[in-house]
């Protein structure tokens, strides 16, 4: 099960006008990973699919340098989808350092389109082992 939290802030002071924004993005769905070389060795190719279902909620207010708008609180539906792969290098049986380059692409409920993004990220692995 792969979970994720985001939280984007966005602020612009200029005069006469400012927009100020928050916004929370919450997700959560399974992912499956493949390993394609045998476990012993020290280094080892993966591949990472995952959906995930979100929420997103924030608004934020707005000024044109007259009267500030407020942004109504908005909450959205989302459905999220991605598929990385990359290098994984084993430090030792429990510890490996991995390179992953990854394509995700999310769908608002009720909105036309798609985001979509390329990544790329370092991430380490920590497997816990039972004596």
Do not use: M
Not at 106 to 130: D, T, W
Request: aromatic share 16%; glycine share 10%.
């Amino acid at each position: 099960l792969r979970v994720g939290f985001s939280n984007y802030r966005y602020k612009r002071l200029s005069t006469p006008s400012y927009n100020l924004s928050k916004y929370n993005t919450y997700d959560v769905g399974p992912f499956i990973r493949y390993y394609f070389l045998p476990t012993d060795k020290e280094f080892n190719l993966l591949v990472d699919g995952s959906y995930q279902l979100g929420s997103e909620s924030g608004g934020g207010i707005s000024s044109n340098g007259s009267e500030p708008v407020d942004f109504n609180l908005t909450k959205y539906q989302k459905n999220t989808f991605s598929i990385a792969a990359g290098p994984v290098i084993y430090f030792n049986s429990s510890i490996a350092l991995e390179f992953l380059g990854s394509y995700t692409t999310s769908k608002y409920v009720k909105f036309v389109g798609r985001n979509s993004a390329f990544q790329v990220g370092i991430g380490l692995q920590v497997h816990l082992e039972k004596n």
